[in-house]
């Protein structure tokens, strides 16, 4: 079946604007990440829905960024004020947790986003 | 703060030859350790761990979990060109989501 689908592939924007970027999950699975790499570095967890809710958003750096999911399956993690440290590759992933919590999580190819 | 440490950062092998990976982790909340090969952008799922001493195998790839020592290693045999890979190491605790990253191994294999 089909993996997990992120766009836009690629997103340059200018330093002050808003970008949102978008996670489509495998079909049925009802956990979804976001996840943000920087260049030679390992990714690094922003938040975690199960289901609709966000279950942990611990991983945010601030405020100006937000996720929503709000009907349990796509989910957009909106970037506001982007500033040209936010430049890396945003990954989601998702797991089905139906045979229990801790379940591998299947990536998508990332949106790689550059602020200028 | 959660940590996972691997070693060493790149790594350069020729085909046929065997290359062993680390990674190390803090003890807090642990409860399993992910093996990820990333080649391009998407990280691809290799093996969990959640038993200390239980070799789990893949073809010529395998890889073992020591929760005294709080290490894992991941084998690769006979490596071939396609090993070439960004291989990650992650700790998934008790918050069910989370996984925490190491920097990654950088796998050149020359042929």
């Known amino acids: 079946g089909a993996g997990v689908s992120q766009t836009p592939s690629n997103k340059v924007t200018e330093k002050g604007k808003y970008v949102e970027l978008r996670c489509d999950p495998i079909s049925g699975h009802t956990a979804l990440y976001w996840y943000r790499q920087s260049l030679g570095q390992g990714p690094e967890f922003l938040i975690y829905f199960q289901g609709t809710g966000a279950a942990d958003d611990s991983g945010l750096p601030n405020d100006r960024f937000f996720a929503v999911r709000p009907e349990g399956s796509v989910s957009t993690l909106k970037i506001q004020r982007t500033e040209r440290g936010d430049s890396a590759v945003y990954l989601c992933?998702?797991?089905?947790?139906?045979?229990?919590?801790?379940?591998?999580?299947?990536f998508g190819p990332g949106t790689r986003l550059t602020v200028l | 703060e959660d940590k996972v440490v691997q070693s060493p950062l790149s790594l350069v092998v020729h085909e046929g030859d065997t290359v062993t990976l680390n990674c190390s982790y803090e003890?807090?909340?642990?409860?399993?350790l992910l093996w990820y090969k990333q080649e391009k952008k998407a990280p691809t799922f290799l093996f969990m761990l959640?038993?200390?001493?239980i070799e789990k195998k893949s073809g010529r790839l395998s890889s073992i979990l020591d929760k005294k020592e709080l290490f894992s290693i991941l084998n690769i045999t006979a490596t071939q060109t396609g090993d070439s890979a960004i291989y990650l190491c992650?700790?998934?605790?008790?918050?069910?989501?989370?996984?925490?990253f190491g920097q990654g191994t950088i796998l050149t294999v020359h042929p």
């Open positions: 003890v807090t909340n642990f409860r399993s």
């Open positions: 992933a998702s797991s089905s947790t139906v045979a229990g919590p801790y379940n591998e999580q299947f």
């Open positions: 992650a700790k998934g605790g008790t918050s069910y989501g989370k996984l925490t």
């Open positions: 959640t038993s200390s001493g």
